[in-house]
C-alpha cells in the first residue's frame, strides 16, 4: 500500500472500483499522461505475488451526461452562493450555509460536491415545476454521513415542510429506503424504494414520472429499485 499524495501517487488521492469485466480508477483530473501503471504486491505465509496493470484516465459520467442533454444540471463545484446551472438555464441560490468544495463521488473530479449540515441547508430554485411535460426526471448524486430527521428529503418541490404543501419529493424513509411523492391536483401518489441506503456510500439516484401513465419509478446506481403505476 502507497500513501495518498506519494510519488507514486503524484495527482493525489485515488481509488478503484471492480465492475463487471474490469475496473474502475478515479484519479484527479491531469492532461498528461494519460496512463497509469498500477502495482500491487501482497505476502501470506512467505509467499508473496506481484499484479500490476495499466490504466486509462477517461471522464464517462461528463462524456454520458452529455450525451443525456439534460434540461437542467447543477454540479455543484460553485465556489460562490450561486449554484450554477451547466446548461445556463436556472441558477440556484447557496441557503443557511452549506459548505462547498467537499469530496464528491468521483475523487479529484474539478467539480466537487456540497455538504448539507441535515437542519436547514439547501439550494433555492425558486420557481423550478417541470410537470407539465409528459415524462420528467430527477437525479443526483447522494451520501449520508448520519441520518439527521425522519423521513430526510433529498430533493422536493415544496413551498414549506408541511407534506401537504409539497408537489414532489425525494426522501428516505425511517428503514433508510426511498420515496418518491408526487402530488396530482388533490391525489397523493407514493412510491418506496427496495434498497437500504447505507451511510458513508455514495449513490446515483434517479426518479423517473410518465403523466400520461400515472407511472413512478426509483433507480438506484442505474437498477430499478422499485415501480407504482
Known amino acids: 500500500a502507497v500513501r495518498f499524495g506519494s510519488e507514486a501517487a503524484p495527482n493525489g488521492r485515488y481509488h478503484i472500483e471492480a465492475g463487471d469485466g474490469g475496473y474502475v480508477f478515479y484519479i484527479r483530473s491531469t492532461p498528461t499522461p494519460n496512463e497509469y501503471k498500477i502495482v500491487a504486491t501482497g505476502t501470506t505465509d512467505g509467499v508473496s505475488q506481484t499484479v500490476s496493470m495499466t490504466v486509462r484516465l477517461t471522464s464517462d459520467y461528463a462524456e454520458k451526461m452529455e450525451e443525456i442533454d439534460p434540461k437542467h444540471w447543477w454540479r455543484l463545484g460553485d465556489a460562490g452562493l450561486i449554484a450554477v446551472d451547466e446548461q445556463e438555464d436556472h441558477n440556484g441560490t447557496y441557503v443557511n450555509g452549506v459548505i462547498r468544495g467537499a469530496d464528491g463521488a468521483m475523487l479529484g473530479d474539478a467539480n466537487t460536491a456540497a455538504e448539507f449540515r441535515g437542519s436547514n441547508d439547501y439550494i433555492n430554485l425558486e420557481k423550478l415545476d417541470e410537470l407539465g411535460a409528459d415524462n420528467v426526471s430527477f437525479g443526483c448524486w447522494v451520501r449520508a454521513d448520519t441520518w439527521a430527521t425522519t423521513f430526510p428529503r433529498i430533493m422536493s ?19 433508510r429506503k426511498l420515496r418518491f411523492t408526487m402530488r396530482i391536483r388533490n391525489t397523493v401518489y407514493e412510491l418506496y424504494g427496495q434498497t437500504a441506503l447505507q451511510r458513508g456510500e455514495w449513490y446515483f439516484i434517479v426518479a423517473t414520472f410518465s403523466k400520461g401513465l400515472r407511472q413512478m419509478k426509483v433507480y438506484v446506481n442505474g437498477e430499478l429499485d422499485g415501480t407504482y403505476n
Do not use: C, I, K, Q
Open 157 to 175: 418541490r415544496a413551498m414549506s415542510t408541511e407534506r401537504y404543501d409539497r408537489r414532489w419529493e425525494l426522501a428516505v424513509t425511517n428503514t
